[in-house]
């Protein structure tokens, strides 16, 4: 069942990810399937709940912030030497602003609204053919990993939610006198 599996996410290498991990930990690229024995082995043994994904070989990924129904924060981040993941240490991560094309964008309000999520962060790659590939959408999005650059996000988070609440109430308010 197991060969299936890997045979359907196109063959070796692979990745298992430890659910509810972050910043890269508990990521690790199975290159073999005697890697994927004795790493799988261990994991179960330690009860560690994990997914297997297919690799995808990146030249750049990109974090986007949506809420509501708009981005309003897109980073592109580019990986370590000899390293696939995006920094464990987000200190030495570089991103940099980044623009998407209007499908990219739909794709991104929509992966977050089909969770139901007013606000997710979502992880994507990008091959070097220019092919977008959804990682996974964060709920909450690790607004300390924004640094500096988190008060603009946490200040559009508060304005949204107050319009949503003035919008909802307004009418029960002014039909209470």
């Not at 298992?16 to 790493?39: A, D, M």
């Not at 007013?118 to 996974?136: A, H, P, Q, W």
Request: aromatic content about 12%.
């Amino acid at each position: 069942m197991l060969s299936k599996y890997i045979d359907y996410l196109g063959g070796f290498p692979v990745i298992i990810k430890e659910v509810g991990s972050t910043r890269g930990l508990g990521t690790i690229k199975i290159e073999s399937w005697q890697n994927l024995i004795s790493t799988a082995d261990f994991l179960i043994e330690s009860q560690c709940k994990f997914i297997i994904r297919q690799f995808i070989n990146s030249d750049f990924g990109a974090r986007i912030v949506v809420l509501g129904n708009r981005i309003i924060s897109s980073s592109k981040f580019y990986f370590h030497t000899d390293d696939f993941r995006n920094a464990v240490f987000l200190s030495q991560t570089r991103f940099e602003d980044f623009s998407m094309s209007d499908e990219a964008i739909s794709t991104c309000i929509q992966a977050v609204q089909c969770l139901n999520y007013e606000l997710g962060g979502v992880d994507l790659l990008f091959d070097s053919k220019g092919n977008m590939y959804i990682l996974e959408v964060n709920h909450p999005i690790g607004i300390a990993s924004f640094g500096i650059n988190a008060l603009p996000i946490v200040t559009q988070m508060v304005q949204h939610l107050c319009k949503k609440s003035i919008n909802k109430y307004a009418g029960k308010c002014s039909n209470s006198h």
